[in-house]
């Protein structure tokens, strides 16, 4: 595949590779075989970060590694290929949120289409990011796309299901938040006592349910 | 010594160590000491592993008295020090291993130039590690919790030999502007080109909505020569992220690992712990690193 590669200066190489799916295939071919003096990998929906050491990573020999990781890996691949088979998580959902309507509205679904869709299909996290625990879903229904809120809320309840772009969403502690708000759990996605603590690691498959 | 019993704790306190880099598969970022320079130099003071946990404080104010004898360094930008024992006050020096003997109060005052300072203590601060560190991560909220009076901060078991230089002779945090080096992009692209000219003309001024997640500048506006929505993607410590109000905000230790605001210019990893050091009002210029592309 082809990868467009930027710099950060000499703390990471920001690989702009397209759509999620060329993301994790470059990732799995990454991750594997880290080149020397990255710290970490991160990725998200258009793009890989590789954050460095800078006492010991070459910048030029990164992005060389990341060209030729890019050369070996195919085009596509799937969170569950990537990521080692996790068990099914289910997620039960008081479908109440404050953006449903608009969600509604945006797809052109009623909101009872909307619950539907979201419940119809497995998702499975892509990444985390944002903040702990905050896994990426994707591989949901298509017609759930919509863009993030045009105003971000200063405060989103932890628990609180959400929609924005290809991806779905459970925050896992209160914090801002741009994402269109379609209902709430009780489960904790994020928790020091738990081992690992975050419940929506990359790979994990998640199945939301309307709570009884 | 056995533990440092916290008095008070100055604007803000906490324990740091070198961090939790690799874990951002999990969404954690790597946080750690905002000066990690000054963090390794105290700890090799009083002859710890590098990364071993300290308090990191913020404009002095700390005030701890020792459980136990033992030895400490304060390093960075601690403020004027002061050591209390039997009844008699003496001035100690910075970047100095200082013995503690039992039940002596050290006290840190308002430094002159420079936020952060570094206490290491011999044996390291041994609080319970979260997720392979000690560090406080305020974005996160992993780690202990900030330093509060009344807190007591276990000390591990001394491990090598005291070193035999018992000063560093390191040059003081500086007043007046600040210089720092950057690279331009990843996302030079979406300003436009007066953009990057006003980033470098400057200068700015931090401003007091500066924490240890980042630190907001007030300046040249930056202007954007594309306005769609970029896609959270990864961020590094020293990018100069710009955010609707086109004034940049320089991510520190505790900065989030994704972030959905296109990053200008990256300031050089060698002048980071420098950055990490500007108090609010102090003056930044950024001039671009030579030889980079």
């Known amino acids: 595949m082809s990868v467009r590669v930027l710099r950060c200066a000499d703390s990471g190489v920001l690989v702009e590779v397209g759509g999620l799916g060329r993301v994790l295939a470059l990732y799995a071919a990454l991750r594997a075989d880290p080149p020397d003096g990255v710290t970490d990998l991160v990725p998200a929906a258009r793009t890989l970060l590789l954050s460095l050491d800078p006492a010991r990573a070459d910048p030029d020999a990164v992005a060389r590694a990341v060209r030729a990781a890019a050369g070996r890996a195919g085009t596509e691949a799937a969170p569950g290929e990537v990521f080692a088979d996790a068990p099914p998580v289910r997620i039960p959902v008081a479908y109440d949120g404050a953006d449903l309507d608009d969600v509604a509205a945006h797809t052109g679904l009623t909101p009872r289409e909307v619950v539907a869709a979201h419940t119809g299909t497995p998702w499975t996290v892509a990444f985390c990011g944002f903040s702990p625990g905050f896994g990426y879903l994707a591989g949901g229904d298509p017609c759930l796309r919509v863009p993030r809120r045009a105003e971000s809320r200063t405060r989103v309840p932890a628990g609180a299901v959400a929609l924005a772009g290809e991806f779905s969403g459970v925050y896992p502690r209160e914090s801002p938040g741009g994402w269109q708000l379609v209902g709430r759990t009780e489960v904790a996605t994020w928790d020091l006592d738990r081992d690992p603590p975050a419940l929506l690691r990359p790979g994990v498959r998640v199945r939301f349910e309307e709570a009884g | 010594m056995r533990a440092l019993e916290v008095l008070a704790s100055g604007p803000f306190a906490s324990v740091q ?63 004027p020090l002061t050591v209390e024992h039997g009844g008699r006050v003496r001035p100690v020096a910075a970047n100095t291993l200082v013995r503690l003997p039992d039940g002596a109060r050290l006290r840190c005052g308002v430094p002159d130039a420079g936020l952060r300072g570094y206490l290491a203590v011999r044996g390291g601060v041994d609080v319970a590690p979260v997720l392979g560190s000690r560090s406080t991560d305020t974005m996160a909220g992993i780690g202990p919790d900030p330093l509060r009076p009344g807190v007591r901060l276990p000390v591990g078991a001394p491990s090598g030999e005291l070193p035999a230089v018992d000063y560093a002779p390191v040059a003081a945090p500086e007043s007046g502007t600040l210089t720092l080096r950057i690279v331009p992009g990843p996302r030079d692209d979406w300003f436009t080109d007066a953009a990057l000219a006003a980033l470098t003309g400057g200068p700015y001024d931090v401003t007091s909505d500066s924490d240890r997640i980042g630190m907001r500048l007030s300046g040249p506006r930056l202007h954007r020569a594309r306005t769609d929505e970029l896609p959270s993607e990864g961020m590094v410590r020293g990018a100069l992220q710009v955010p609707p109000s086109e004034l940049p905000t320089l991510l520190l230790a505790d900065h989030p690992v994704t972030g959905g605001y296109p990053v200008i210019a990256v300031v050089v990893a060698a002048d980071a712990d420098r950055a990490a050091q500007a108090r609010p009002g102090q003056r930044v210029r950024f001039r671009r690193s030579p030889g980079a592309r």
């Open chain 2, 17 to 79: 160590d070198l961090g939790r880099p690799g874990r951002a598969e999990l969404g954690v970022g790597a946080s750690g000491a905002a000066d990690r320079g000054a963090l390794r130099l105290a700890n090799r003071l009083v002859g710890n592993p590098e990364g071993a946990a300290a308090v990191e404080t913020t404009f002095g104010g700390l005030d701890v008295r020792a459980v136990g004898g033992g030895y400490v360094a304060a390093t960075g930008a601690p403020g």
